[in-house]
């Protein structure tokens, strides 16, 4: 150590019993190959990686089987040479014991290598030490490395730090947990490696300095450290600093608050105050990825444990099943060796007793993650007596290391108070687990945090589902609403189109529509002429009106308006001329109308006589209609009583329909024209009848396309000799009530 | 007499001075709420399935300000009805079986594609519009906006579309609360002989 | 092979709740042996009877909550609220005050609220509360002289056990007198502290003998703290508030009982380091410790001083245990990360 480093000391913590010289008699051994390797897709935080390979497909060591998916992910690496027999899901060594998908490999035995070279040399660079950042941290993803301290975050996002600049690197050599050895023993055997990876990560960082924290119950590590800094002449920017050994002194934030008196802020990350921390474990991956270009398909893992024989470090490939590495270290289940110690179950732990998770089988691969194997007897850890109730003791508050308030805590999430759980920073507790590690009453706490954690993120996840689902709802609602008033309009402007094109029809009917005002005056033109002009009459009438309001607001303001005092005579001209205008117009109205008033009388009194007259053909309609109901009503009984007069009467009955037909077009057309003349007696009142009246044509022809249809169908059935005849007739014989009942509507409209 | 009217006045006094404190405080820490229509409409689990008969929750929400039962949501079930009791500062009553039961598990819609005929009632019945698809198009659920609704279920005129429970992963799982010793203790169990025990031969 | 599959933490420290509770009881050995040393067998005797009571009234409170009775009687909270209860009351009371007061405290002021770890107000002094204001003169009265006082033999076990159960009148005039505090407290307008301090109460060392009781139960509550059972918080402030108090106030010794006699008389020690340091009641956070402990040196000394009862150990720690619920809330520690401590709830915050 070259700096002297000032030491601060983070509040609360425990000292539970190490247990870790067990593990360190020996040195790093390597495991026999297993038979298969089981390598989980989702061994990182973050999304899953896609697996890039196919089962029969033959893999080298090294050699990319799954890529990752999106930026926070990480790939996945053959760790032997061999055959993929399976993709398929397996349980994933992971508290809840749920399975996943795995990429299940074959071991060849052959362990022949990809092509793999150092980063140096695949760029062509002479010196090594200009290698971009951008470079390396490719290098850091490609070989899919992630953080190895437990948490298996990817190396490389974390080494984006993206604006924050970082002074200073730390790599986490603490080591807190009881009975871990693995980042001791790999520290003690390959510390060159590990100031190696430091190098790399203080050229991606720029940072300053580099201080290596290891607890000061590993002297032979801290040694070998120092001994590789001197090697490699990096004594100046490395320092190797012992911190005093106490449990979560190996926790990122606790490690950072240690060596710089810095804290991370609540839900922040470590880059926000200038440090970025790094497991020894990391560092010596990423020296192997950058200098050799090896993936990450191994690690270092302790097994340990009174059921072990063999208490040690093994170098595992990943994807080395449990139980394959507890067969390699001697495991004893205990029942083998008492008689009465096998009626209690006994725990397999990966990772360490304070923050490890208790394995549901031992068929489970070692993962990135997996530091430690520890299979404890009952006796040796002994597990939780029946939880007693909560005193108050406060011995939790004292051994938190986030200074939170554990009891307070634990009864906010017994009572499923979340809310207040939050409030009182729940999502601050790192799980170390030295909160239960004190309880005097043996109170599960970790435990409760856990499920209220995870309640309060389901909670979150589904108010943001609810929300967004009310979003969904709301824009489909607006939307339909404006598809509605669309369709609205549109269709208000095709009536509106349609009855334009109905009124240009009429115009355009009479041969003499040229007809000047003069002959308006004159009683023998014709009534639609007549109509037609009066609308125009009353258009300019409504236009002149209008002017004539305009004109007055503008006198009245122009006349309190000092400034348009000379506007005042010029409008109130306008406005007399305006009125004049009116009064022309009303008064070739008021003729128009008598004219019209006349030829109506006219071709009243002209009508007797002629077959065409509306009256008549209405007659001949409602006749028409009159025997088309008796013909579907015959058809009806015909139907019921099963005679086979049915088809007759049907063909009747389509006739009769023809002529409906024929009759009501006939008076359509006449009728439209006496309507007109109605017009012109009401003006525009009328204007609403005529559109009722079209609607209710419009509605009688679609009737009558109903009925055609009804009919159809009932004949079509009748040939097949189904039992919906009766259904079908019935619906015929709706739709003809409704269509008379139409008709009838037509009629007093019709008159009106 | 002079007593009495020194009583009064110091007690009209008073009740002014407090009268002016209350209001002054009424204005000045006045907590700002929202409207108890979207208060209401916060607790509703937002499925929009209209099983409370009203077309959606908004309207649901506005029915219950207006006075409506709060036990109409199945989707919701027992929770949403306790929340918003807890809100109006009403009983909470057992959820009105006439509109249906609440479901176990959260469900999500799923169309069978190769059976899809691409007849877009589904599409027109989701209220959320997560469901995919053009006539004569296979349809298909976008999974992470489905609301489990079951609205498209019975306008699909194929019967192609499963309502699937949602499923527990590394995701979405977390520990169980741990059972208190006193029930423990109640049930004549320990831990080890409780469900947590996996069985596995090594 | 079954596998066990529990949430981490997969050890545990060697702390037990039953464990603690035993410790503390060891701890008012001292104090128990000093009292009997003085005053006779009687606060033996309570001890006994009021352990006695407070395990069978636990006991039947369980079996009628249907809870498993021995899994909780194991716990040995009952114990020690029977215990404490038996040190604070007047040694030659009578056997039903003894009686009455621990089933009170453990059937109503515990098991009622919810049994172990539920209670908001420490057992102990509620069941002493009660029989203090339901039964003044025999728990003003009953208090054993000590033999330093009455200058002749300690009482016998045999007279003591006639005293408490039968409650002869004679034999309990001639062995009882008033407490120290007591006598100070209402002799003091007549005489000076000079002419107080002569009296046959105060006799011995300082105050015959409670002085040495004092001390014994400071040694067992200084094990305690090198036990790491309590913090040194609530002791630490509630007599340092009390000197304090004593100091401003009560400097004039012929006006007020002097500082002496506050810390080493009456219930003070016991008080501090054993009954304000019952964690369920009490005030959780490090600084919340501090005023709870504070609070109730203050509110002794003032009805010590001005309130109508010589000793005030009970009503001190159960006015603040209204307050700790209160304290806790605005004493929150700064979680790690955060800028600020939360004080209380925010206005958004759901109650």
Known sequence: ?752 | MSTIIIAVVVLSVLALVFGALLGFASVRFKVEGNPIVDQINDVLPQTQCGQCGYPGCKPYAEAIAGGEKINKCPPGGEGTIQSLADLLGVEPEPLDAEHGAEKAVPTVAYIREDECIGCTKCIQACPVDAILGAAKQMHTVIVDECTGCDLCVEPCPVDCIDMIPVGVDRNNWYWQAPKTGAALIATDRQPSASTLVAEEHV | MALLTLSSPHTHGSNRTSRIMLTVALATLPGLFALSWFFGYGTLINVILAIATALASEALVLKARKYPVSFFLKDNTALVTGLLLGLALPPLAPWWITVLATSFAVVFAKQLYGGMGNNPFNPAMVGYALVLISFPVQMTTNWAMSFQVSGTELISITDTLKVIFTGAKELTDAYTGATPLDEYKHLISKETSDQLLQRDTFSGWLNGGWEWVNLAFLAGGLFLMIKRIITWHIPVSMLLALALCSLVFGWDEDLYTPLSLHLLSGATMLGAFFIATDPVSASTTPRGKLIYGAGIGIFLYIIRTWGAYPDAIAFAVLLMNFAAPFIDAYTQPRTYGHDKPRRGLKPGDKS
């Open chain 1, 1 to 752: 150590m070259t700096h002297l480093i000032q030491l601060h000391e983070f509040d609360g913590g425990i000292h539970p019993p190490e247990n870790k010289l067990q593990s360190t008699g020996r040195g790093i051994k390597k495991p026999p190959m297993p038979n298969e390797l089981v390598l989980p897709i989702h061994q990182h935080i973050g999304a899953p990686a896609d697996p890039v390979v196919a089962v029969g497909d033959t893999v080298l060591k090294g050699q990319t089987i799954a890529q990752p998916h999106g930026y926070v992910s990480a790939p996945l690496h053959a760790p032997t040479s061999g055959t993929v027999i399976a993709i398929e899901d397996r349980v994933v060594p992971h508290a809840s014991g749920l399975t996943e998908l795995s990429i299940v490999i074959k071991p060849d035995r052959q362990d022949s290598w990809i092509e793999h070279q150092s980063l140096c040399a695949e760029l062509g660079l002479d010196d090594c030490d200009d290698i971009p950042a951008d470079a390396l941290i490719a290098r850091i993803r490609d070989c899919g490395i992630a953080g190895m301290g437990g948490a298996g975050f990817p190396t490389a996002v974390k080494l984006n730090t993206g604006k924050y600049t970082i002074d200073t690197l730390i790599l986490n050599g603490a080591e807190c947990e009881p009975y871990i050895t693995a980042d001791d023993m790999l520290m003690r055997e390959r510390a060159v490696g590990i100031i190696r990876g430091a190098q790399i990560l203080l050229q991606i960082l720029k940072a300053e300095r580099c201080l290596i924290g290891v607890e000061d119950n590993k002297p032979e590590a801290i040694a070998a450290l120092e001994a590789a800094l001197l090697e490699l002449h990096e004594e100046h920017h490395i320092d190797v600093v012992t911190i005093p050994t106490k449990y979560p002194s190996g926790g990122e934030k606790q490690l950072i608050q240690i060596l710089t008196g810095k804290e991370v802020p609540s839900g922040g990350i470590p880059a926000q105050v200038g440090i970025v921390c790094q497991n020894v474990g990391t560092a010596l991956a990423i020296a192997e990825a950058v200098d050799e270009g090896k993936p990450l398909i191994s690690r270092i893992t302790t097994v340990t444990g009174d059921t072990i024989v063999d208490k040690g470090n093994w170098d595992v490939l990943l994807g080395t099943p449990v139980s394959h590495l507890l067969k390699a270290s001697g495991y004893q289940a205990p029942g083998k060796r008492k008689i009465f110690s096998n009626k209690k179950p006994t725990r397999i732990i990966m990772g360490g007793p304070m923050m490890g998770f208790a394995l549901p089988t031992t068929e489970l691969p070692v993962v990135k993650t997996t530091n430690c194997i520890l299979a404890p007897t009952n006796k040796e850890l002994p597990a939780n007596d029946i939880a007693m109730a909560c005193i108050r003791c406060g011995m939790c508050a004292d051994a938190c290391p986030a200074d939170l308030l554990p009891q307070q805590l634990y009864w906010f999430s017994k009572a499923e108070e979340l809310d207040k759980a939050e409030q009182h920073n729940l999502f601050d507790c790192i799980e170390c687990g030295a909160c239960s590690y004190v309880c005097p009453s043996e109170i599960p706490l970790v435990q409760y945090y856990r499920h209220s954690k995870g309640a309060i993120r389901e909670e979150r996840a589904t108010y943001q589902k609810a929300e967004q689902a009310r979003e969904r709802f709301e824009a489909r609602i607006a939307r339909q609403e404006r598809e509605q008033a669309e369709k609205d309009a549109k269709r208000k402007a095709r009536a509106e189109a349609a009855a334009k094109a109905q009124e240009a029809k009429k115009s355009a009917a009479p041969t003499n529509s040229a007809a000047d005002k003069a002959s308006i005056s004159t009683s023998t033109v014709q009534a639609a002429t007549n109509s037609a002009d009066l609308e125009k009459l009353q258009k300019q009438l409504t236009g002149a009106q209008a002017a004539l309001v305009k004109t007055k607001e503008k006198l009245e303001a122009a006349q309190n308006d000092p400034d348009q005092a000379d506007k005042v005579a010029l409008f109130e001209g306008a406005l007399a001329k305006t009125q004049d205008k009116i009064k022309k117009i009303a008064i070739d109205m008021a003729a128009a109308k008598k004219a019209a008033k006349t030829s109506t009388t006219e071709a009243g009194v002209s009508d007797k006589g002629d077959p065409n007259s509306p009256e008549r053909l209405k007659k001949k309609w409602d006749t028409a209609h009159a025997r088309l109901e008796t013909a579907s009503k015959r058809l009806t009984e015909a139907q019921e009583q099963g005679l086979d007069t049915v088809e007759l009467l049907t063909q009747g009955l389509e006739k009769q329909k023809a002529r409906v037909e024929e009759a009501k077009a006939a008076y359509e057309a006449v009728s439209s024209s006496t309507k007109n003349s109605s017009v012109a007696e009401v003006s525009t009142d009328d204007l609403n009848k005529e559109n009722a009246n079209d609607e209710l044509n419009r509605k009688i022809r679609a009737q009558q396309d109903r009925v055609a249809k009804a009919n159809e169908r009932l004949e079509m059935a009748k040939a097949e000799g189904l039992d919906t005849v009766d259904a079908l007739t019935k619906a015929h014989t709706k739709q003809l009530e409704k269509l008379a009942g139409l008709e009838a509507q037509l009629t007093p409209a019709g008159e009106a």
